[in-house]
């Protein structure tokens, strides 16, 4: 049974940083896509940055959104996602979650494409 966990988020000013994490507990689809979602309060669930691993090259897509702020990597060895969030802007506030895909091997912004997720984590952007 897969089981995600997120940690890392908290209280920032307009312009900090955070590094969420995310370990994969029972996790064995090594290489396959992995991604972080965020959902803000009274909003949709929004797409933010998704990863594969092909052999020795990894690959990401991020959200418009995101894009040159925010970095998604990954620890095979540890397991863990990681998403580090820079110059973070109060519209970069919500819940963050984790999920990840059994079966799809290619990064995908899709939220269909994941059968795991974790419970959130609070990211909070003060103005």
């Known amino acids: 049974q897969v089981q995600l966990v997120e940690s890392g988020g908290g209280s920032v000013q307009t312009g900090g940083s955070l590094r969420l994490s995310c370990v994969a507990n029972?996790?064995?689809?090594?290489?396959?896509?992995m991604a972080w979602f965020r959902q803000a309060q009274g909003k949709e669930l929004e797409a933010v940055a998704s990863?594969?691993?092909?052999?020795?090259?990894?690959?990401?897509i991020y959200a418009d959104s995101v894009k040159g702020r925010f970095t998604i990597s990954r620890d095979m060895a540890k397991n863990t996602l990681y998403l580090q969030m820079n110059s973070l802007k109060p519209d970069d506030t919500a819940i963050y979650y984790c999920a990840a895909s059994q079966y799809t091997r290619y990064r995908t912004l899709d939220p269909q494409a994941y059968q795991s997720w974790g419970q959130g984590t609070q990211v909070t952007v003060a103005a």
């Open positions: 990863c594969h691993r092909d052999g020795i090259t990894f690959h990401a």
């Open positions: 029972g996790y064995t689809y090594s290489g396959y896509a």
